[in-house]
């Protein structure tokens, strides 16, 4: 039974097209986090928040752009979709204090054609 | 030099084999250590944290040497359903909210 949840799960989508990524938690969590990951490949970390009102880029460079208007959604955007942008883009939550252990959703496939 | 790094295998391994992998950090003043699951396809799990002085979960035991700085997960009678990608993961001062994720491990248990 998922905590976290992403939609959509796959999408596919021509070059230019907007797009947003949703993420939502159920457990209250403070924290949540965008991660990329290519097959094969390691996770990057693209996106963090602490808590409503607060958005942190983070590790890889990313043209999306985030927003946390409530603590239980975070939802990522792309305002034109390009081929570059093909990708798995996982959404993770965690709480507050020390344990920093993540929570992650299924994962929104995107392929960007 | 990556912050985390890991043989990415795979290491292919008959039932009921013992294997370990191990996890070097870049940062010596890495905080938390974490081993974490991964299925192909799926999202990761967490499978357990490294405390100093070592911990057990069944099967699964962990390690940390800190002058070393290394990471370890040791495997004891493998079953198929190990078979997945170990992802070990790091905390470093000053970002305790960012973990590190490192490539992964590939393990491939066969009949």
């Known amino acids: 039974e998922a905590d976290i949840y992403q939609t959509p799960r796959y999408l596919v989508i021509g070059t230019g097209k907007k797009i947003t990524l949703e993420c939502s938690q159920t457990?209250?969590?403070?924290?949540m986090y965008w991660y990329q990951q290519d097959p094969g490949m390691e996770l990057h970390l693209i996106h963090y928040?602490?808590?409503?009102?607060?958005?942190e880029k983070g590790d890889l460079s990313s043209e999306s752009t985030v927003s946390r208007i409530r603590t239980e959604h975070f939802p990522l955007t792309l305002e034109s979709a390009r081929p570059s942008h093909t990708s798995q883009y996982l959404c993770?939550?965690?709480?507050?204090?020390?344990?920093?252990?993540?929570?992650f959703g299924a994962g929104s496939r995107l392929t960007v054609l | 030099r990556k912050e985390v790094e890991q043989d990415p295998g795979p290491f292919n391994v008959p039932e009921g084999a013992t294997v370990a992998f191990n996890c070097t950090y870049s940062n010596s003043a890495s905080q938390s250590f974490f081993w974490y699951r991964q299925d192909c396809r799926k999202e990761p799990k967490l499978l357990m944290s490294v405390y100093s002085s070592g911990n057990e979960d069944g099967r699964f035991t962990a390690q940390l040497n800190r002058a070393s700085q290394y990471i370890s997960l040791l495997i004891r009678d493998s079953k198929l359903s190990d078979s997945a990608t170990y992802l070990c993961v790091v905390t470093n001062t000053g970002t305790a909210s960012k973990l590190t994720f490192g490539t992964g491990t590939r393990l491939q248990v066969t009949l």
């Open positions: 928040s602490y808590g409503v009102n607060s958005t």
């Open positions: 457990m209250g969590h403070d924290k």
């Open positions: 993770a939550s965690s709480s507050k204090g020390g344990a920093n252990v993540l929570t």
